[in-house]
T-cell receptor
Framework: GNSVTQMEGPVTLSEEAFLTINCTYT??????LFWYVQYPGEGLQLLLK?????DKGSNKGFEATYRKETTSFHLEKGSVQVSDSAVYFC????????????FGKGTHLIIQP | GAVVSQHPSWVICKSGTSVKIECRSL??????MFWYRQFPKQSLMLMAT?????????EQGVEKDKFLINHASLTLSTLTVTSAHPEDSSFYIC?????????????????FGNGTRLTVT
């Protein structure tokens, strides 16, 4: 079956530091890949996505590249802000999302001023 | 923007009672809604796919008689935890697909509710 593995947190960084949150996946087909973010007290929001190999998703300074050869979709940001503190979930979906998502466990990111 | 409202945000109930959780799409119609459960420090696990006007599709290992899903309208799906026990204590999250953006589920966005914290004593 499908699975998503992401680095466990919490990850604590100083403001303006470089961020990488690793995510690897296992899938039987060719999934779409997603990063969701959950800010304190809010629901999950789509941060970015990529639907095929070598696609790069980007949003709000975050980016992730769909690497089929390494089955990875690592999330990166060049300079994090305190407002980026949240829980980040890597997820995949086969069938373009017509079915439900398979999520990783989530990574709690804490940015200190 | 599109919002999914989930109610209640938290509930405490006694063992043996039933609890209903509502998931509403506020400004779009959702033919498909998904119900997830999240245990502490675990990932969100898909429980079932709720389709308006038809029976829900449950994931393997999820008891359909325990977790009753009703999707009676295009804006409302409910999850009822029947005869709840302490092991049912968890965080339940719904999501809904907004097909007004695109008729293709491939491109239509998925919106999540804020979740419901269920504690069974």
């Amino acid at each position: 079956g499908n699975s998503v593995t992401q680095m466990e947190g919490p990850v604590t960084l100083s403001e303006e530091a470089f961020l990488t949150i690793n995510c690897t996946y296992t899938a039987t087909g060719y999934p779409s890949l997603f990063w969701y973010v959950q800010y304190p007290g809010e629901g999950l929001q789509l941060l970015l996505k990529a639907t095929k190999a070598d696609d790069k998703g980007s949003n709000k300074g975050f980016e992730a590249t769909y690497r089929k050869e390494t089955t990875s979709f690592h999330l990166e940001k060049g300079s994090v802000q305190v407002s980026d503190s949240a829980v980040y979930f890597c997820a995949l979906s086969e069938g373009g999302g017509a079915d439900g998502l398979t999520f990783g466990k989530g990574t709690h990111l804490i940015i200190q001023p | 923007g599109a919002v999914v409202s989930q109610h209640p945000s938290w509930v405490i109930c006694k063992s043996g009672t039933s609890v209903k959780i509502e998931c509403r799409s506020l400004d779009f119609q959702a033919t498909t809604m998904f119900w997830y459960r999240q245990f502490p420090k675990q990932s969100l696990m898909l429980m079932a796919t709720s389709n308006e006007g038809s029976k829900a599709t449950y994931e393997q290992g999820v008891e359909k008689d325990k977790f009753l899903i009703n999707h009676a309208s295009l804006t409302l799906s409910t999850l009822t935890v029947t005869s709840a026990h302490p092991e049912d204590s968890s965080f339940y999250i719904c999501s809904a697909r907004d097909l007004t953006v695109s008729l293709s589920s491939y491109n239509s966005p998925l919106h999540f509710g804020n979740g419901t914290r269920l504690t069974v004593t």
